[in-house]
C-alpha cells in the first residue's frame, strides 16, 4: 500500500494539482486514507484473483508466479546498479515486456485452466500459429513455472538493453549513475556546481513539510538541522539547495523519494522556477553531496589509521579502508548497519583478542568502548604474533563514537628491543660488579696477608736485630779493650780493624732496628733541615 500511494497514487495527484492547493492544509489524513483504500483494492483484487483460479491451483503456484512477475524488477534494478548506460526508458520498456510476456506465458494459462476461456490458445496457439503456444514459445517445453520466468526475462532484458542503447542517458540519468558506479573521470570541482539559491523562503519549505508530517515534527527537523549548521534559519531567509535537499529527505520520509521530489518541484515551479531546473537544483545539491562524500571517503583512505564511526545504537555508518585492513575484516562486516559487538564478537571467535570465552570479551570491550571510553593496546592475532593495534574512541555530541586503530606494532617491537637490552645491560653490570667484588674481596685477603706477613717480618728483624746485637755488643766490648791495652803493633792495628767493622755491623743493626719501629709505629718520623753534605 506503501509503494501504491507513494509511487503511484501521490505523484498522480500531485501532477494533477490535487495535493498543492493551498486551502489543504493536511495531507496525512489523505495519504492516510490513499493508503486505506489501497490495502482494501489490493486485499479485494487478490480475493478475486483467488476465486477466479480456485480448485486449480495450489498455493504454492500461485505464490511462484507472483515470485515470476516481481522478477521483472530485476533487469532495471540490478542494472541500474552496475550499468553506466541504462536508461529510464530502458528500464519502461524491459519491464513493460517481461509483464506482457508474464501474463501471456503464466497468467493466461492460469485463467484458461480455470475455465474463464476457451483452451484452443494453449493448443493451437493464437490464430493457429503453434509456435506462440503461450506454455510452448517456439516449440519449448519446460515446466510451465520455468518457461514463463525464462521467456519473460529474455524480452526484459532485450528491451532493457536495446532502448538503453538506442539514445544517450540525459544528464540526471548519468548523474543517478554516478551515485552508484565510480566514474573514471576526474569530477568537477566544487566551485562548478550551479549552488544557486531560489526565491523559496524557509517558512514556506516548512509549512510545505507541515502538511504532511505534521508541524510539530516540521518545527523539530528544521531546529535540529539549524543546530547542526550552528546558525539560525530565519522564516523569510531564501532558502539554498542544502536546505531543499534536506527538506526532499523529510517529505520522503511520509511520500517515499518520487512525490518527495515532485512536491518540491511544484513549489518552485510555483515560485517561477521551471520543473527541469528544480529538478535540476536538486540534482546539483545530490551530486554536491556525492562529490563531499566521496572526497571525505578519499581523504579518509588516504589516513593510516583505521576510521569507524557508529551512532547512537552502536551500529556502523562510516569507515575507512584501513579500518577493515588493519581488524582484518570481511566484505560483509565492511557495510553501514554492522553492529559493534558484531565486529568484537568476530574478531573474538577467531582469537585475535586473546583467549576466554567470547561474549566475556565482547561485553569487556563493549565497556571500553562505550562506558569508559579508555585509550587501549591490543595484540591480535592468535598466540600473540599478531600486529599491535591501538584502540582511542572519542564521543560524539548527538550520539555515537569515533573509533580509531592505530598499528604501533613497530613502536612496541622497538620498545620491547629496548626493555630487552636493558635488561641485559643490567644483567652485565650486575655481573661485572659481583666480578668486581669478588675481585676486591681477594685483594683485601691478599691485602690483609702481605700487612700480616710485614708485620712478622718487622718482628722478626726486631728480635733478630736485638739478639744480634748484645753479642755484637759483647765482642765489641772485648775488641775496645784490646785496643787500649795494644796501641801500637801490627796487632793493634787489626784490632783497629776489627772494631771499625763491629761498629758497622752495629750502624746497620740499629738502622733495621730503626725501620722495624717505623713499621710498628714505635717511632715518629720528624721534619728538619739539614744540610744535603751531611
Not at 492544509?25 to 486505506?36: A, F, P, Q
Not at 531567509?237 to 521530489?261: C, Y
Not at 537544483?281 to 545530490?286: F, G, R, T, V, W
Not at 583478542?353 to 569487556?364: A, K, T
Amino acid at each position: 500500500s506503501i509503494m501504491v500511494s507513494n509511487d503511484l497514487v501521490v505523484p498522480l495527484l500531485l501532477r494533477r494539482g490535487h495535493l498543492m492547493m493551498s486551502d489543504r492544509e493536511d495531507m496525512g489524513k489523505l495519504l492516510l486514507n490513499v493508503r486505506r483504500s489501497a490495502i482494501f483494492a489490493i486485499l479485494i483484487l487478490a480475493y478475486i484473483f483467488y476465486r477466479m483460479i480456485s480448485g486449480t491451483f495450489a498455493l504454492a503456484s500461485i505464490g511462484l508466479m507472483s515470485f515470476a512477475a516481481i522478477a521483472q524488477f530485476a533487469p532495471a534494478f540490478f542494472g541500474g546498479l552496475v550499468w553506466r548506460r541504462a536508461t529510464a526508458g530502458g528500464a519502461i520498456a524491459g519491464i513493460l515486456c517481461g509483464f506482457a510476456v508474464w501474463a501471456y506465458t503464466l497468467l493466461l494459462p492460469s485463467l484458461i485452466n480455470s475455465g474463464w476461456m476457451s483452451p484452443d490458445i494453449l493448443d493451437y496457439g493464437p490464430f493457429g500459429l503453434t509456435l506462440l503456444r503461450p506454455q510452448m514459445l517456439f516449440n519449448l517445453e519446460f515446466d510451465p513455472i520455468t518457461h514463463g520466468v525464462v521467456w519473460s526475462m529474455i524480452f526484459n532484458l532485450a528491451a532493457y538493453v536495446t532502448v538503453s542503447l538506442l539514445r544517450q542517458p540525459e544528464p540526471i540519468e548519468r548523474l543517478q549513475a554516478n551515485m552508484f558506479i565510480q566514474d573514471d573521470l576526474v569530477r568537477p570541482q566544487t566551485s562548478s556546481f550551479r549552488l544557486w539559491r531560489t526565491s523559496i523562503t524557509v517558512d514556506e519549505l516548512k509549512r510545505t513539510v507541515a502538511r504532511y508530517l505534521g508541524e510539530e515534527r516540521a518545527e523539530r527537523s528544521f531546529k535540529e538541522y539549524a543546530a547542526g549548521l550552528n546558525e539560525d534559519l530565519s522564516p523569510h531567509a531564501e532558502a539554498d539547495v542544502q536546505l531543499l535537499r534536506f527538506t526532499e529527505h523529510l517529505l520522503a520520509s511520509a511520500i517515499g523519494t518520487a512525490s518527495s521530489r515532485l512536491v518540491l518541484s511544484l513549489l518552485l515551479r510555483r515560485k517561477a522556477v521551471g520543473v527541469k531546473s528544480a529538478l535540476k537544483l536538486l540534482d546539483d545539491a545530490s551530486e554536491a553531496i556525492q562529490y563531499n562524500r566521496d572526497l571525505l571517503q578519499s581523504a579518509l583512505d588516504q589516513v593510516r589509521q583505521g576510521i569507524g564511526v557508529f551512532d547512537k545504537d552502536m551500529r556502523l555508518i562510516c569507515w575507512n579502508r584501513q579500518f577493515r585492513t588493519i581488524l582484518n575484516l570481511p566484505p560483509e562486516l565492511g557495510r553501514v548497519g554492522v553492529p559493534l559487538d558484531e565486529i568484537i564478537r568476530f574478531n573474538a571467535s577467531r582469537g585475535d583478542l586473546g583467549p576466554g570465552n567470547v561474549e566475556d570479551i565482547v561485553s569487556e570491550h563493549i565497556h571500553k568502548y562505550v562506558v569508559t571510553q579508555e585509550t587501549f593496546q591490543k595484540r591480535l592475532g592468535p598466540g600473540g604474533y599478531g600486529p599491535v593495534i591501538e584502540v582511542r574512541t572519542n564521543a560524539m555530541p548527538q550520539g555515537g563514537i569515533v573509533t580509531t586503530y592505530t598499528d604501533i606494532t613497530e613502536r612496541v617491537e622497538a620498545a620491547e628491543a629496548l626493555a630487552r637490552a636493558n635488561e641485559t645491560l643490567e644483567r652485565r653490570v650486575r655481573e661485572r660488579t659481583a666480578e668486581l667484588t669478588m675481585v676486591n674481596r681477594e685483594l683485601a685477603k691478599a691485602k690483609a696477608k702481605a700487612d700480616e706477613a710485614n708485620l712478622d717480618k718487622t718482628r722478626f728483624l726486631a728480635a733478630a736485630s736485638h739478639d744480634i746485637l748484645q753479642p755484637l755488643n759483647a765482642a765489641r766490648l772485648y775488641t775496645t779493650s784490646l785496643v787500649e791495652r795494644k796501641k801500637r803493633g801490627e796487632d793493634a792495628r787489626l784490632l783497629r780493624n776489627v772494631d771499625a767493622s763491629l761498629e758497622a755491623v752495629e750502624d746497620i743493626l740499629n738502622a733495621l732496628l730503626d725501620i722495624s719501629r717505623l713499621d710498628t709505629g714505635a717511632m715518629k718520623p720528624e721534619f728538619s733541615v739539614f744540610p744535603v753534605d751531611e
